[in-house]
C-alpha cells in the first residue's frame, strides 16, 4: 500500500484561500468517506481538523473546510491567519482495514 | 476529558529492546481502538497498527508487521508498542491515537508522543 499524495509545500497570503489536495485511490480515498485531515505545528501532536470528509469537530473553526471528489480529497482553508502555519496531514480508511497518511504538506502564510 | 499519556523520551542502541507506553483516560479504554503512530525527523505520519483493548484484537500496517508488537493491560487502561531489536531507523517520534469510535475508521484524540533516538 502506497500512502496517499499531498503536495510538499502551498503558501498563501493572510485573508486568502488554499487547498491542499490529498490523492488516494479505489480502495481507500475513492471507496469511503473516512477522510481526516490534521494539523501539526513544529513539536506538537496532530489536532484533527476534519472527520468524514467534511466534519469539523467541535471547537474546530469553519475557516477549515473538507470535500472529495473520485480518489482525491481536499482540505479548504480561507481567511488565512498566521497562526495557520503548519504541517497538514491527511488520513483515510483503507479496505484492507488498514490507515493511510499522506506525506503531509507545509503550509506558509507569507 | 479524554487524555493519552505516553511515556518519556528513550535513549537505546541498536539491538536493544524497547516498550512504550500510552496511558489512557476519560473514557472507557475497552471501546476504542489504539493506534500507533511514526513520525522520522522532518517526515509525514505513517500508521503502525491499533489494537482493540476490548479483546486485543490488533491490525497492522504491512510495512510494521513483524517489526513490533503492539498490546495493552485493559486492567490499567495503557497501550504499548515494543520493539525486540532496535534498529537506527527506529528513531522517531511515536504518538499514540484514539479511534473517534468503536470502528477503529478515524482516530481524533492524540498523545503528547514519544522521542526514541537509537544510536550505533
Known amino acids: 500500500q502506497s500512502a496517499l499524495t499531498q503536495p510538499a509545500s502551498v503558501s498563501g497570503s493572510p485573508g486568502q484561500s488554499i487547498t491542499i489536495s490529498c490523492t488516494g485511490t479505489?480502495?481507500?480515498?475513492?471507496?469511503?468517506?473516512?477522510v481526516s485531515w490534521y494539523q501539526q505545528h513544529p513539536g506538537k501532536a496532530p489536532k484533527l481538523l476534519i472527520y468524514e470528509v467534511n466534519k469539523r469537530p467541535s471547537g474546530v473553526s469553519n475557516r477549515f473546510s473538507g470535500s472529495k471528489s473520485g480518489n482525491t480529497a481536499s482540505l479548504t482553508i480561507s481567511g488565512l491567519q498566521a497562526e495557520d502555519e503548519a504541517d497538514y496531514h491527511c488520513c483515510s480508511y483503507a479496505t484492507t482495514n488498514t490507515l493511510l497518511f499522506g506525506g503531509g504538506t507545509k503550509l506558509t502564510v507569507l | 476529558e479524554v487524555q493519552l499519556v505516553q511515556s518519556g523520551a528513550e535513549g537505546k542502541k541498536s539491538g536493544e529492546s524497547l516498550k512504550i507506553s500510552c496511558k489512557a483516560s476519560?473514557?472507557?479504554?475497552?471501546?476504542?481502538?489504539i493506534a500507533w503512530v511514526r513520525q522520522m525527523p522532518g517526515k509525514g505520519l505513517e500508521w503502525m497498527g491499533s489494537i482493540y483493548p476490548g479483546d486485543s484484537d490488533t491490525r497492522s500496517s504491512p510495512s510494521f508487521q513483524g517489526q513490533v508488537t503492539i498490546s495493552a493491560d485493559k486492567s490499567i487502561s495503557t497501550a504499548y508498542v515494543q520493539w525486540t531489536s532496535l534498529k537506527g531507523s527506529d528513531t522517531a517520534m511515536y504518538y499514540c491515537?484514539?479511534?473517534?469510535?468503536?470502528?477503529?475508521?478515524?482516530?481524533?484524540?492524540w498523545g503528547q508522543g514519544t522521542l526514541v533516538t537509537v544510536s550505533s
Open positions: 479505489s480502495s481507500d480515498v475513492g471507496i469511503y468517506n473516512l
Open positions: 491515537a484514539r479511534s473517534s469510535d468503536s470502528s477503529g475508521h478515524e482516530v481524533d484524540q
Open positions: 476519560g473514557y472507557t479504554f475497552t471501546t476504542y481502538w
